[in-house]
């Protein structure tokens, strides 16, 4: 059984730091490209950053890109998001998401590429 679990999440001031956590059971963990992603209420999940398999290459998504860092660490499983200079629109609860298929590295922006999900950690950041 495939398990994410994501921890780490809180409430924040805007210019504060979090790092996120997410721990991968249930599937050879160092095979897959696993990603962060997130939701606002009223809004659809969105591609936040990824780290393949061996934790190169990675990317993020624009609203992101010099603030947030993916890194893994697959002697423990885990893949970590940390967050810096945050602002009040990076409120939302944050997913942590395994892609279906091995070392695929490919289309990793759409939420349909990934067939198991964490349950999510809040993020709030106040302004």
């Not at 606002?40 to 990675?58: D, I, L, N, Q, Y």
């Amino acid at each position: 059984q495939v398990q994410l679990v994501e921890s780490g999440g809180g409430l924040v001031q805007a210019g504060g730091s979090l790092r996120l956590s997410c721990v991968v059971s249930g599937r050879s963990f160092t095979k897959y490209t696993i990603s962060w992603f997130r939701q606002a209420p009223g809004k659809e999940r969105e591609f936040v950053g990824t780290a393949s398999w061996s934790g190169h290459p990675t990317d993020y998504a624009d609203s992101v890109k010099g603030r947030f860092t993916v890194s893994r660490d697959n002697a423990k499983n885990t893949v970590y998001l940390q967050m810096n200079i945050l602002k009040p629109e990076d409120t939302a609860l944050y997913y942590c998401g395994i892609k279906r298929s091995a070392y695929d590295y490919g289309d990793y922006v759409a939420s349909s590429s990934y067939d198991y999900w964490g349950q999510g950690t809040q993020v709030t950041v106040s302004s």
